[in-house]
């Protein structure tokens, strides 16, 4: 189970769908493995219904409540636009065996593409695949660090949300595994290293300003440094 979540306000851009394409498919691999953020995105998604049957007149008295309950109780379904097959250029075959350990949605995503993807050395004990994101602002990529590597120090100046996948990585924040999740920027020294036992499986998306937070998220930016 995941102990480092996906703070609340972006949860709600999430829920809102007002993320970019590579932070919702983020979310929606964490959502998917943590029934903690399952719940909350339910609870969002009811209150965003309600308010929106509240603006037609007609809906009040059609039990917009119940349908909000209702759809506490619906089975989780990824918001669509973190289901968009990611646009990739090439698969090779190291990649076959990294995909099986891929949590949904983010697998499909990438499996279903036509295209194909490969590992690109950063430095030692750092390979990295960077997967088209749609905005030029943003960087998506999926990390994978050698046992007992360090990444780099961050030279970029941006916002980073990094989802583990498989294995687990260490900072000066705390320790992080499958499903978890954080959230640095520039002003945070981070510098995972992964653990001795396993390589560590990462999907990051990184952005140069400030926008990989939606509405909700900008609003409320000073407390997301989690
Ligand atoms: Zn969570």
């Known amino acids: 189970m995941p102990e480092h979540h996906i703070a609340h306000p972006m949860l709600m851009d999430y829920a809102a769908g007002s993320m970019a394409q590579p932070v919702a498919m983020l979310i929606a691999t964490h959502v998917a493995l943590c029934p903690e953020c399952r719940a909350e995105v339910s609870r969002f998604e009811a209150i965003g ?17 119940d349908v909000a309950l209702a759809r506490l109780d619906a089975p989780y379904e990824p918001h669509p636009a973190a289901t968009r097959p990611v646009s990739v250029h090439s ?6 065996s990294d995909i099986a350990v891929l949590p949904e949605p983010l697998r499909s995503a990438i499996t279903q593409s036509p295209a194909r993807l490969s590992w690109r050395r950063r430095g030692i004990g750092l390979q990295e695949i960077v997967l088209p994101s749609g905005n ?8 994978k660090i050698s046992p007992g590597a360090s990444m780099p120090v961050h030279t970029h100046g941006g916002t980073e949300l ?12 705390g320790h992080y595994q499958r499903g978890d999740v954080t959230l640095a920027d520039r002003n945070i ?18 952005d140069g ?10 609003i409320a930016n000073p407390m997301l440094r989690l």
């Open 49 to 65: 219904g309600a308010l929106l049957d509240q603006i037609e007149p007609a809906a009040l008295t059609d039990g917009s409540f």
């Open 91 to 96: 698969v090779n075959h190291a990649l076959l």
């Open 136 to 143: 030029p602002t943003i960087r998506a990529s999926l990390l």
């Open 162 to 173: 990094t989802l583990v996948l498989a294995g687990a990585f260490r900072d000066a924040a």
């Open 189 to 206: 020294n981070h510098r995972p290293v992964a653990d001795e036992q396993d390589e560590c499986l990462c999907f990051a998306v990184v």
């Open 209 to 218: 300003g400030i926008r990989l937070t939606g509405i909700f998220g900008r």
